[in-house]
């Protein structure tokens, strides 16, 4: 019984692991991919 629960938690761990990393990479893309919007805004006026 103790095994079945620390495997599980354990498990539980992993996935939130995987999902902020992916929550992390997909945040830090849509900054970049804001950063160059206005990158090409400000020398588009220019």
Do not use: P
Not at 8 to 33: P, W, Y
């Amino acid at each position: 019984m103790v095994d079945a629960s620390v495997t599980n938690v354990r498990e539980v761990i992993s996935a939130f692991q995987k999902q902020s990393d992916a929550v992390l990479s997909a945040s830090i893309g849509t900054i970049e991919t804001l950063d160059q919007l206005v990158y090409l805004e400000e020398h588009s006026v220019s």
